[in-house]
């Protein structure tokens, strides 16, 4: 807010500030409302403006998802992966996130803060294809198990919900780590104290105090992890080893074998509604939850 | 220290207590000390002289190196914090910023499964007690400096702790407020017979609201006693210097004069030979014609403080010298550059350990 300044600082007139935000407003009208709006008018058309010349209004697109159930299916499919990956990486994060924003010396938090965001610059693709080695017929998990005597018959992993669960939370966990202990490290460990002094084990001071303030943590966190899994491509179909259907899969088959763009738009928009009324329940849940300022 | 029975059933005894954080010298370094029960003690230091340490320490949120901690005839040092029966008020209050005013006081009747109607009754009493009824639905955002610092010592006595621990209660707030906070906490312990250490580096805090005080430098208890005694009979240096305005003299001692360096004697209140060094309070000097005192002197400056006049004095051998004295005296001579004789009781100054 570039209008907006201290005491003593040159104002700027209104003229200058908006100058001052179009680049900003520029990228943000290129790179998100138009394709946004293009996909939403996409969705209710009858056919490419492009190509077709007359294309009509329609919602058989919708119509079309909503009288099939492979496609109500598909995306419930694709949230309950979206939730699940969710809660896995809050559980995993957290702790961890507790850890890196708490740790007193230096080395251990830089050590942990190195261990987080190495994976995250390996890129999604390669940790995919790790977790094919892992999960493979005679791959670790299964080469282990045997060599161990424990299974006769290697574990089919590769195709399971779990198995595209745990590799879409290690891929994602980073995420909420960074989110969360952004917000943990803000929080004063005198409150803490103050809750042990009052008679609060450390559990309870944990539970009535950290755990409530760090909410907007759990919040933002959440929603990055679950806004990722639900937009997640490569993985449900490497691990899901092409038995598990995701929306973005479909989306992905209707543009490039069935060229139907505005199919595809539309289970695109149906998707982003969802997913906008699942995050808006969960904002109206956490704002109620005792720790929300 | 060995128990006593009568009054300090409940007292507090921390016995050779030490901490080190691996930096250097140790931040409390064999601190013993006994707080009565139903006193106001405090500990008075420099910034980093140990004193949040300690009162950590007896709270159990840091864990001394060695020493013990005793509450009445229990050894607490391996207690957690949580079962201590402590109440701490913090510097910066670490009111619960999630939960309302009376949340935040219910907080510790809560842990203690107080039933719910007590926890009402309790917290309502609380708040009437540090005067915040009617503030319990709001959030510690929305209070001012002293109404939170009211909050916290409301939420730390609430829960009725054998020993309340304040570190730099008063800390944050301005002048005005906090003398009117200092009698409100003095009339408050008086009241409920509390049991209280008190942090300060306001030594003037210390010496208008402490039945003793324990005054700290680099880890260690320079002296301990009732503030009239540190005040009038400081033992060393730092002491003196620490507590109230000061004039440190230096000389020679030969039997009960000190030979000082302007070539004048000072009247000792004990033998002593070779170096040594008194402190003299400003107060105890009284103004005399020139010639007739112990010491002539040159007025520098005098500077008016209302119901005295401070003057800073040159003594011979450029020494200097500050005297207070009421305001009616001798009011022609208090200009600068006027020449006076400065006389003292001979047991006004105090010897120092430390020459
Ligand atoms: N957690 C810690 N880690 C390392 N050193 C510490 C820690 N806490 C305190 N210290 C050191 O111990 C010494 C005593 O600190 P302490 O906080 O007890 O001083 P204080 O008397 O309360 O000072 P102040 O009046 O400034 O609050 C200081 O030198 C400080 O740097
Ligand atoms: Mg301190």
Known sequence: MAAVTAHGAPTLPRSSAWLLLTPALAMFILFFAVPFLTM???????????????????TRHFERILDDVYYLETLWITVRLGLS??????????????????????????????????PMMMGLVVRTYAWLAMYSNRGVINGSLAWLGLTDEPIQFLGSE????????????????????????????????????????????????????????????SLLVFALAISAYVTPIVIGNYNIQTLPMLVYQQISSSFNLGFAAALGIVLLIVALLLVGAYNRVMARAPGAA | MAE?????????????????????????????LRIEEGEFFSLLGPSGCGKTTTLRMVAGFEAPDSGQIRLGAQDI?????????????????????????????????RMRKVPKPEIATRVREALALVRLTGFEDRRPAQLSGGQQQRVALARAIVINPAVL????????????????????LKTLHRRLGLTMIYVTHDQEEALTMSDRIAVMRAGKVAQCGAPREIYDRPVDRFVADFIGDTNILDGEASGLALLMPGGWRLPLPEARQGRASVALRPERVRLCPPGAGLVDATVEEANFLGDSVL?????????GML??????????????GATLGLTWQADDPVMLADA
Not at chain 2, 323 to 336: D, M, T
């Open chain 1, 40 to 58: 939403a008018t996409m969705s209710v058309l009858s056919g490419n403006p492009m190509v077709v010349p007359n294309p009509r209004f329609t």
């Open chain 2, 165 to 184: 621990l304040c570190d730099e209660p008063l800390g944050a707030l301005d002048k005005k407020l906090r003398q009117q906070m200092q009698f409100e």
């Open chain 2, 77 to 109: 040092t391996p207690l957690p914090p949580e079962r201590r029966d402590m109440g701490m008020v913090f510097q910066n209050y670490a009111l619960f910023p999630h939960r309302t005013i009376a949340e935040n006081v219910a907080f510790g009747l």
């Open chain 1, 85 to 118: 990956t969710t809660i896995v990486s809050l559980l995993i994060g957290y702790p961890l996130a507790l850890w890196l924003a708490r740790a007193r010396s230096r080395t251990t938090r830089t050590l942990l803060m190195m261990a987080v965001l190495a």
């Open chain 2, 311 to 319: 003057l800073k004095l040159s003594l011979p051998g450029e020494q």
């Open chain 2, 4 to 32: 006593t029975g009568g009054q300090g059933a409940r007292a507090l005894a921390l016995q050779s207590l030490s901490k080190s954080f691996g930096n250097g010298a140790p931040a409390v370094d064999n601190v013993s």
């Open chain 1, 162 to 221: 779990a198995a595209v669960v745990v590799a879409l939370a290690h891929i994602y966990v980073p995420f909420m780590i960074l989110t969360l202990s952004g917000v943990i490290a803000r929080i004063d460990t005198r409150l803490e104290e103050a809750a042990r002094g009052l008679g609060a084990s450390s559990a309870a001071a944990f539970l009535q105090v950290t755990l409530p303030l760090s909410m907007p943590g759990i919040l933002a966190g």
């Open chain 2, 323 to 336: 005297a207070r004295v009421p305001r009616h005296a001798e009011a022609g001579s208090l200009e600068p």
